[in-house]
């Protein structure tokens, strides 16, 4: 235990600053969208008479499915609206405008936004991979800035303090600085395997569709498909 109050203060406001990155460099993860997870949304904010309102404040999100939602407007919601602002926080985004039954026993239609993720293919693989990377790189090297600011800090103290302090502090920054790099590879990581697990799911949804496309292509020339099937 460091004993020495200036110290222990700059370790403390050095690990407070490099929280809150951590926490900033999660919440940046989960804007890498590899399926319909709310929590990407809390990034996007609606330009609305001079304010920027959040999402929840003029529309109610639904899942459809494990890749798109479905906003339904509140009332006085222009739905037009809330594309731009999506497609600023998520440019991946598929928006499409369309309608639904505003109850089951009336005619009477609403109109509703489907906003789709789509599928994580080879190309956006590499490019979400690439962003996780780069983004737990920023903060591994803030870390470091981080650490060299604490060592600066506590210059001016060290002459006075004991030994053991001395010592202590030392340590005590390094090892801070490891065990949050550390979370940042443990959330990285945890990210990457996200990405790998839709990327095999697009891989299973794909044969899927090539193996339907063959039976297709079969039923309508057989004779094709005969052939293939000598060669």
Known sequence: MIMDRNLSMIVGDMESRITGRLNSMKFHFFNICVDADPVALLNTSVPDGGIDRHLED?????????????????????????????????????????????????DETVPILTVTVPYVDERR?????????????????????????????????????????ADAVGQLVQDKAKEYKGMAEEAAGDRIKKIEEAYNK????????????????????PEAARTMSME
């Open 58 to 106: 003029l529309v109610d999100v639904a899942k459809k499915d494990d890749m798109t939602f479905v906003f339904l407007p509140h009332e006085g919601t222009d739905l037009e609206m809330i594309v731009p602002a999506l497609a600023e926080s998520h440019p991946e985004f598929i928006t499409e405008f369309t309608e639904c039954r505003k109850s089951a026993d009336s």
């Open 125 to 165: 693989k590499e490019v979400l991979e690439k962003a996780v990377g780069t983004y737990k790189d920023a903060y591994c090297t803030y870390v470091d800035a981080e650490v060299n600011v604490a060592k600066a800090k506590m210059a001016p103290y060290l002459p006075a303090a004991s030994k053991e302090d």
């Open 202 to 221: 697009y891989l299973e949804i794909k044969s899927g569709l090539d193996k339907e496309q063959d039976v297709l292509s079969s039923a309508v020339n």
